[in-house]
């Protein structure tokens, strides 16, 4: 057996609130930058994994907020920017974060995660695979009904009022068999009893594959999606309350 070490880095960034107190809490964002790497066989760029949707397309539109968060007014709260690595080997750059954590974690109040926001569901498209694919107005929101139901209000609030998507709650159940609520980053920081949720556009036949490259990507749907993560994000660090955390045992229980 031959092994060999590597090493990947999450990138964070932070943009300081207009209020002296409120500024020392923090809204976080996040994306995992990593993919699956290269496959066994084929050849050449057949090889690559891109992982435009997954997670490219999260990556991006993080991105995207960070420039708006930067650029505009401030909010009262400070805007934390997480790029994780190695969420594909099990959540790992979030995990690390949490437990070292570049921040006092009491002072984060929220983790909104954008994780494959790019893809729709085509006209006449009948891949199976495909099924779950949500529409090119449509999300998938997950938590707010397992665990962060203020942040669910929130939501809904500044989505009526501003792009109207609609926001999709399949995957937000404990018994769902797909188990999505517990698959990706904020579930590291639930884990330390902080609210978050989970911002999806569906699993599709190109997840994991090769095939997951950038012309299936929907960038119209994507800055909806951003546009609306943005409004989401503006409004929990300019509220004079925070989120109520989670009871992490009691959730367990649940399942």
């Known amino acids: 057996v031959q092994t060999r070490t590597e090493t990947a880095r999450s990138v964070i960034g932070v943009i300081e609130g207009s209020d002296p107190e409120l500024k020392r809490e923090y809204v976080s964002l996040g994306a995992h930058?990593?993919?699956?790497?290269?496959?066994?066989?084929?050849?050449?760029?057949?090889r690559i994994f891109n992982g435009a949707d997954d997670n490219g397309s999260g990556s991006v539109?993080?991105?995207e907020i960070a420039e708006a968060f930067a650029t505009g007014p401030r909010p009262k709260r400070s805007i934390l920017l997480l790029w994780y690595a190695g969420e594909e080997k099990g959540l790992l750059g979030s995990r690390?974060?949490?437990?070292?954590?570049?921040?006092?974690?009491e002072n984060i109040v929220v983790n909104i995660n954008l994780d494959m926001v790019g893809r729709s569901k085509q006209p006449g498209d009948t891949n199976p695979r495909n099924r779950d694919l949500s529409g090119p107005n449509e999300v998938y929101v997950i938590g707010p009904n397992v665990a962060s139901?203020?942040?669910?209000?929130?939501?809904?609030?500044?989505?009526?009022?501003?792009?109207?998507?609609?926001?999709?709650?399949m995957y937000d159940s404990l018994s769902h068999p797909e188990q999505l609520f517990f698959r990706s980053d904020h579930y590291s920081f639930v884990s330390k009893g902080i609210p978050g949720i989970f911002v999806f556009s569906g699993l599709h036949a190109d997840y994991h594959q090769v095939t997951d490259t950038v012309e299936k990507i929907d960038f119209e749907?994507?800055?909806?999606?951003?546009?609306?993560?943005?409004?989401?994000?503006?409004?929990?660090?300019?509220?004079?309350?925070?989120?109520?955390?989670?009871?992490?045992?009691?959730?367990?229980?649940?399942?």
């Open 61 to 63: 539109a993080l991105l």
């Open 96 to 105: 690390l974060f949490v437990e070292r954590p570049t921040v006092p974690l």
């Open 149 to 169: 139901p203020d942040i669910g209000a929130v939501l809904k609030r500044v989505n009526e009022q501003y792009l109207r998507m609609e926001l999709n709650p």
């Open 33 to 46: 930058l990593d993919h699956v790497g290269v496959a066994a066989r084929g050849e050449g760029t057949n």
């Open 221 to 255: 749907k994507m800055a909806r999606v951003a546009r609306t993560v943005f409004g989401l994000a503006w409004e929990l660090a300019d509220a004079p309350e925070r989120p109520a955390r989670v009871n992490l045992e009691s959730l367990l229980r649940r399942r």
